[in-house]
């Protein structure tokens, strides 16, 4: 368990975050701020918060921003804090969709690393030239598939790695949510406007929103690589133009078979992330909506009922722990522990040495390139009546 | 709610029932006994408990026959039961799958009702002819489908047919267990012995012994068909000839899209049949595990926690219940059920009235030939790549 | 896992069974019989259903009784089954409270095992006098303290008996209701209208109908004994004349501290008995609503959910189960339980050799007696003020 | 849902907020530290963080504070950040108990607001005077009983403000542990140490640790005052000094009655704080360890689980949130939000207006005297065998 706040006594300032998007009335974006606050290790220094000049001044204002570090633009910003002395150590990219693959590019042309919202971009095209130019600049670019920054998830993903299931046979992972039910998208919701909006959310929807999160985290935990899938995505209500559910069968290249149901439309679940990973030994299920327990039931023997930063929790989640057991921690602080991670490379290689390795948990580009076939292969299969689609 | 032992005051004995299979060392004969016994409406009167005539015999004296009426073969004690004046009034077929065609034909010529295990055959040629048959003859075909007789279950099924989902959008069942997550078939067990042969189980495995169970109700509680599927049945456990694990997607009459998952190697799971319903204005979902609840969630309003014979529990599921809200019923109350049922039925056709509405219930040999249809769809949509396959 | 019907195979019947209280518009009678069918080794061959007797005569008609072993008293039927060549092995006493004593002394006295509801009397003289009377005799007296004979409460026990917890230190026991919420008594309830009269209950209220079950489930557990108390009994409901709501607090003997509640105003509250034990080295929960699974915790290990007849039940529960783990049992087969071993114990003797030990765990008249106790002690505590007083 | 940083437009900076212990080796303080940031309307200014001079300096440079507002004692502090012009708005007090009368004086007679850690004071006497003294000085003087910072805590009591119970009848409250539950106080562990010291914790162990949350939950929730109880204190760890267990019996100036358990030594529980609250006519539930639900269960209709920011939310509850329904909030969340709700109460003042009446719900100076009220109580019940004794 770390308590925040412990920088390492050598590197002595908070680090500086800029932020792309996320001005008045956005969501993500305010998020990202408090995960960013909650270990002390970064502050606010600028932003292009808006796409709107007078909405990005009003919202750097919110934020007490120094004037002269609130932008109209992102190029801007990225030239001039790529410039300054106390520049800016990392951007964090909370935009729509479409609007990724620009920022990031910009930023890291000047230097910058970069924390990327997901999915990465709206097509492969674009996700691969960002992650080649990602490579070449040797930038750190995190993808804030932050459900991986829960403490059991990580615990869930060594314990796959160490071998405390055997062999993976099977992994039913979902996501499930009912604020798309209704067409909400006509009622003036923001949020909801933009993710049904091909232009912007890019060609799926319950996909991209939150299947690209379950996809995430079925390979994290298993480290495993889906190879292929077989998908039909439908929308329910009418009028909308992305899909609103999907369900598909997938194939890893263990040989382990899955299956993913993401929707927007399932009546009663609020934010359902939720996954089973069965192996020749035992097996472990997690859900987001109930995030400080892990069951793990070895076959044989009675399953047990992990809890962050209880008995049995192992090193690597109570280093993503802040507080004790029953105590419980949730999505902001799971969100938290990706930018503290990327602090600690950021200030590693600064300091010329070796991240504390638990940060390299952090879902990086490559992650981000992953979601971003994975969204491509599922319309694929479904456009081709569920044929099998490789990612 | 019904408590036990209320027979019709005109009809003033308990029915008879035979039973096919279900010796010594076998397993769900026990269950059906129990389950004819739990509401005092039948007693046990005659039986062919195994095809080995010595075990038939002590089979049939430990459960205390008429040393009369145990016999050696179901087709001797169909033709004598059919005969006498005080003849069993419906026949219980607990055999292996393979031998339920034959026996149930036997008895249905002798005019004797049938209660028969699923699935119903192992071919679907057998499965027809068997329906073909049970028509003409008029009889009570009862198929044990026993978790449609949990009393949430059943009105799980009423408030969609009473619009309370709204249009039903997505189906997510699942039947997983552990049991045969290793080589247990080779240590003796006669109950993974058989379940595990393609001669006595059909072409089937975690299909044919569970999946027909959560097909079955996916299909009971919405009141729709599914119309089409797309599987991939696996073995995961070396040497084993039949699937332990299987992925499905279906597709609805109604337009409703669900999918289908079942598993005998979920390592940590004993009996996980669950199901969700989500329709256009509410959601639903119940546990085998845990059956004395039904979540029903509106859309706009908190979910709500319906407790068998407790608050909100409709006449329906009264109806089906023996004891008040908060003693928990189980398995055996739910299997009871379907036989109170067909008792109320036989009686009703005794005495000349319509039965108990709710008595109808209970699955007939036309569920039972779905559940063979889907086996057979699923072995064939498996062998093509998991093609959709009209089911 | 003993799968019903298998009677010892020299003991070649069914015992018989005989019933005072129970007819027409009762409920506990009803749910006795149930659970005398349920494992086989009972019938139902005689009964003083009703101390009416019109209604005595349409009781046993309805449930199938010799016309000559339908009784209009339970003294007539205590003479004539002690006297007949196949009189009833045992009889149930299933009357309001205050009629318990006078009946089971009937049967005693013509030397008929008793299986008698709880409380066993309405008042500490006749509990010890009855006892005195049952030690003289030798008979089995059972007292169906039913929830003992859940699978899991008796591992329990076992568990602690064994020193899985180490010394225990803290005994939390609770059992609640709401079913007496409002003043159903007046609203032609027969269940609230006795339960709430001190003529028919006794002094006491839900500290009588259910605080009884609370402290008898403590002392099985723990194997330990209370030795004082300091209680509140209180009325919310107005113009009831008996205590509907008790808070207690709990002295044992070995130096555990306990609490108890019962209630049976607590709104939402179906049949809440819960109990958690904490000792030295681990901690056991376990509630009669979720009744297959108990919550084992020791210190420095993850708490482990040990289910019915899974993982880690031990050989004490498997005795006491019917169908494999995740096929839930319930109520109705706890209360079985009972039946069955008091059936074991009595065949038991008839063939001269000990009894299966695991019969053994049914509460004896003397567990009844504590209870008796109990209510006698509470009721005097809460008069003086919540003074600890003996029990 | 509020999101954080939406400071009032015409305050245009962060409140500065100081600190009195919580140096390097504490739990709490760092715990503060995180809940003042997380809503970005603070930032730490000033710390006398330890009472060694040494170790308050590297705790002072751990935080970036700046060296002239690093201090040795809280005296100083009090003194010079009274004087300074951008001297502290507020001081939290986060030593063990023993010290926190003292600073609080020293902070009130300089005019800063006071956050003080519960229990308030080691003796009634200690905090009368500091009660006084904060009445006479007008200062804001908010005590972190942080777990009504929870909005469903603040839900179920506005919901019980509004009669959606009813009349309350009873309140069932328990806050169990198990981190005591072998002697770690002598293992090296800080946090162990001074809670088991008369001399640093006052005369209770877990009453005063955790008894005084669950004491004002109790209170908070209900509305309702504890006019007396009955208690029985107990120290189950050899050698400890001060209780670790204690149950209680309460009485509520409406006539409810209640029970309350406290203990540290409940195996298997990591941090149990539970109530339930019964009225006429509908029950509350609510837990800690899964703060995002409150179960409400009006009588007649099956009980409904109403999710943070899910529907059913009230504007109170939402109010307290940050994140959508289905995104778990917890531990660090709901203290934050007393620490956000004391900056709207500062800032109020500054600008001259009403705060926002929800940021009135903070726990204040009256209810740390309740909680010191409650421990003498307890401690004089229990010596005098549980004697009813007014709080």
Same mark, same amino acid.
């Given at each position: 368990? *770390?308590?925040?706040?412990?920088?390492?006594?050598?590197?002595?300032?908070?680090?500086?975050?800029?932020?792309?998007?996320?001005?008045?009335?956005?969501?993500?974006?305010?998020?990202?701020?408090?995960?960013?606050?909650?270990?002390? =290790?970064? @502050?606010?220094?600028?932003? +292009?918060?808006?796409?709107?000049?007078?909405?990005?001044?009003?919202?750097?204002?919110?934020?007490?921003?120094?004037?002269?570090?609130?932008?109209? *633009?992102?190029?801007? #910003?990225?030239?001039?804090?790529?410039?300054?002395?106390?520049?800016?150590?990392?951007?964090?990219?909370?935009? %729509?969709?479409?609007?990724?693959?620009?920022?990031?590019?910009?930023?890291?042309?000047?230097?910058?690393?970069?924390?990327?919202?997901? %999915?990465?971009?709206?097509? =492969?095209?674009?996700?691969?030239?960002?992650?080649?130019?990602?490579?070449?600049?040797?930038?750190?670019?995190? $993808?804030?598939?932050? !459900?991986?920054?829960?403490?059991?998830?990580?615990?869930?993903?060594? #314990?796959?790695?160490?071998?405390?299931?055997?062999?993976?046979?099977?992994?039913?992972? /979902?996501?499930?949510?009912?604020?798309?039910?209704?067409?909400?998208?006509? *009622?003036?919701?923001?949020?909801?406007?933009?993710? *049904?909006?091909?232009? =912007?959310?890019?060609?799926?929807?319950?996909?991209?929103?939150?299947?690209?999160?379950?996809?995430?985290?079925? &390979?994290?935990?298993?480290?495993? &690589? +889906?190879?292929?899938?077989?998908? /039909?995505?439908?929308?329910?209500?009418?009028?909308?133009?992305?899909?609103?559910? +999907?369900?598909? #069968?997938?194939?890893?290249?263990?040989?382990?078979?899955?299956?993913?149901?993401?929707?927007?439309?399932?009546?009663?679940?609020?934010?359902?992330?939720?996954?089973?990973? !069965?192996?020749?030994?035992?097996?472990?299920?997690?859900?987001?909506?109930?995030?400080?327990?892990?069951?793990?039931?070895?076959?044989?023997?009675?399953?047990?009922?992990?809890?962050?930063?209880?008995?049995?929790?192992?090193?690597?989640?109570?280093?993503?722990?802040?507080?004790?057991?029953?105590?419980?921690?949730?999505?902001?602080?799971?969100?938290?522990?990706? !930018?503290?991670? $990327?602090?600690?490379?950021? $200030?590693?290689?600064? @300091?010329?040495?070796?991240?504390?390795?638990?940060?390299? /948990?952090? %879902?990086?580009?490559?992650?981000?390139?992953?979601?971003?076939?994975?969204? /491509?292969?599922?319309?694929?299969?479904?456009?081709?009546?569920?044929?099998?689609?490789?990612?």
């Amino acid at each position: 368990m *770390t308590i925040a706040g412990s920088r390492d006594e050598k590197f002595n300032r908070r680090l500086r975050l800029g932020m792309v998007g996320g001005g008045r009335g956005a969501f993500i974006g305010a998020v990202h701020r408090i995960a960013a606050r909650l270990d002390d =290790r970064w @502050e606010l220094a600028a932003g +292009a918060l808006s796409s709107d000049p007078e909405r990005a001044r009003l919202s750097g204002e919110d934020l007490l921003l120094s004037p002269d570090r609130i932008y109209s *633009t992102f190029q801007e #910003m990225a030239q001039c804090e790529g410039e300054r002395e106390d520049g800016i150590d990392a951007v964090a990219i909370v935009t %729509p969709n479409h609007a990724h693959a620009s920022a990031a590019e910009a930023f890291l042309k000047a230097g910058i690393h970069v924390i990327c919202d997901k %999915p990465l971009t709206t097509t =492969r095209q674009e996700a691969d030239r960002l992650a080649q130019l990602a490579r070449e600049t040797g930038l750190i670019f995190a $993808v804030t598939h932050n !459900y991986t920054g829960y403490p059991l998830v990580r615990q869930a993903r060594s #314990m796959v790695a160490e071998g405390a299931l055997g062999g993976i046979r099977v992994v039913q992972v /979902e996501y499930a949510q009912d604020w798309l039910a209704t067409r909400v998208e006509e *009622t003036g919701s923001k949020q909801a406007e933009w993710r *049904t909006d091909p232009v =912007r959310s890019g060609p799926a929807g319950a996909v991209g929103d939150i299947g690209t999160h379950a996809f995430n985290l079925a &390979e994290f935990i298993t480290g495993d &690589e +889906a190879t292929s899938l077989s998908a /039909e995505l439908h929308t329910f209500v009418q009028g909308r133009r992305l899909d609103d559910n +999907a369900h598909m #069968m997938l194939r890893f290249a263990s040989g382990a078979k899955g299956m993913l149901w993401c929707s927007q439309v399932a009546a009663g679940v609020e934010n359902g992330l939720r996954i089973r990973v !069965y192996g020749e030994r035992a097996g472990l299920e997690w859900d987001q909506e109930n995030p400080n327990v892990l069951l793990f039931s070895p076959l044989g023997e009675p399953p047990r009922m992990i809890r962050r930063n209880g008995y049995g929790a192992n090193e690597v989640s109570r280093a993503a722990s802040r507080v004790p057991g029953g105590h419980p921690e949730g999505y902001l602080e799971g969100f938290a522990q990706l !930018y503290s991670d $990327v602090a600690e490379q950021i $200030v590693a290689r600064m @300091e010329g040495r070796d991240p504390n390795p638990f940060s390299l /948990e952090v %879902p990086t580009i490559e992650h981000g390139l992953r979601g971003v076939r994975f969204i /491509e292969a599922a319309v694929r299969s479904s456009e081709a009546k569920a044929a099998w689609v490789e990612i």
